[in-house]
């Protein structure tokens, strides 16, 4: 099979490709909030979160009040969903504590292998070669930055390694888990469903966790406009982040989106070139580069996988008008019997009617 860049650009791809580099952006925004928030001595992650799913609620739950609609969903479902969500950002943010951002980047991808296999068992997802190749350089641009970080010797950092890769580990799994339950919900449910009702739930379970391990952390927090200011724009990122997660999930899917997300470490490069002034390895570059090749190359399998559910599709629709015409015709000729029938009985009755006038 030849390339074709008429495979690439369509709308779907475009608009996936768009909208995963502006989610993307939007985590690189979280991920500087909380830098800037620990520098200030702030270590409150469910905390931050919290706000995020507080928003949540009171927008999307307004409007769910206002439609008036039952749930499409079982109510558990959206529980079940909050307390993995709630659980894996409390992970990741807690793994950074122990293991350096070298091993955070890398073992991050485990998400991305994890939603696909979750796709493909629970929601019949296959995925062509094409995909898989895609994915295949996706990783490999984000494995050139982990070997340049290695080089430069980032890999002694953190406290406790092995605790922290396997809260990533486990924190990656969750976010895979969270990720494609949300792609089954918004396909089968509703999208302000699930915003107001992960919101709600997400509020309530970070509530019980923040008054357990968060409450004194709370109690020290001096607010002042530079803590304020970084707190809030986190929450608000997170909430634009979660808002705009479900549209990309049921136009792409949820492994699109785990690809996506690793620009976010080379969006947080560019930011530290050009806001920062740092200096930075050249495989940067080229793995920002190669991630972008192969979110092109994952999505542009879409066209055809769209034309073949077309063609099933016209497959039935044709299908569908035969056996219409032969139940119409079967119809018809049933009725015209019965016509006959009819008629031939009337004759015989009306020729007994007339023996025994006579």
């Given amino acids: ?58 927008v999307y739950g307004s409007l ?8 499409k969903a079982k109510w558990y479902y959206y529980v079940i969903l909050g307390v993995v969500d709630v659980e894996a950002n409390f992970l ?11 091993s955070v980047m890398l073992l991050d991808c485990w998400s991305i292998p994890s939603v696909m296999l979750l796709t493909w068992l629970f929601l019949s997802t296959k995925y062509r070669f094409k995909k898989i190749a895609g994915v295949l ?28 890769d396997a809260l990533i580990i486990a924190g990656a799994t969750l976010y895979a888990v969270s990720n494609v339950s949300e792609e089954y ?10 915003m107001s009702m992960l919101g709600l739930f997400g509020a309530i379970i970070s509530a019980i966790q ?53 620009t976010s470490d080379m969006w947080a490069v ?8 740092e200096k930075v390895d050249w495989m940067y570059f080229v ?11 994952y999505s542009g399998g879409d066209r055809e996988d769209d034309q073949k559910r077309a063609d099933v599709a016209d497959e039935n629709v044709e299908r569908s008008k035969r056996f219409d015409e032969e139940a119409c015709s079967v119809k018809t000729e049933v009725t015209r019997n019965n016509e006959v029938t009819s008629g031939s009985s009337s004759a015989w009755k009306n020729q007994g009617n007339t023996e025994i006038a006579s």
């Fill in 185 to 194: 919900l918004v396909k089968n449910a509703d999208r302000v469903e699930l």
């Fill in 92 to 102: 990741v943010v807690k793994a950074y504590q122990y293991t350096s951002i070298t």
């Fill in 137 to 164: 350089v996706c990783v490999a641009g984000l494995v050139m930055v982990v070997f340049s970080d290695v080089h430069a010797g980032d890999r002694s950092a953190g406290s406790n390694p092995r605790k922290g």
């Fill in 210 to 262: 923040v008054s357990i391990f968060e409450r004194n952390a709370l109690k020290s927090i001096h607010w002042t406009a530079g803590v304020t200011l970084p707190f809030v724009g986190f929450s608000l990122a997170m909430f634009l982040f979660y808002s705009f997660v479900p549209i990309l999930l049921k136009r792409n899917g949820s492994t699109m989106l785990n690809l996506s997300l690793l």
């Fill in 1 to 58: 099979m030849g390339f074709s860049w008429k495979e690439f650009c369509t709308k779907k791809t475009l608009v996936g490709l768009v909208l995963g580099q502006f989610l993307s952006l939007l985590i690189t925004s979280t991920g500087f909030s909380s830098s800037e928030l620990s520098k200030k001595g702030i270590n409150a992650p469910t905390s931050q979160s919290a706000l995020n799913y507080v928003l949540l609620a009171i």
């Fill in 287 to 297: 793995a920002f580069a190669a991630v972008a090749v192969g979110l092109v190359i």
């Fill in 270 to 277: 560019l930011i530290r070139i050009f806001a920062y002034h």
């Fill in 64 to 71: 769910m009040l206002y439609r008036g609609q039952p749930l």
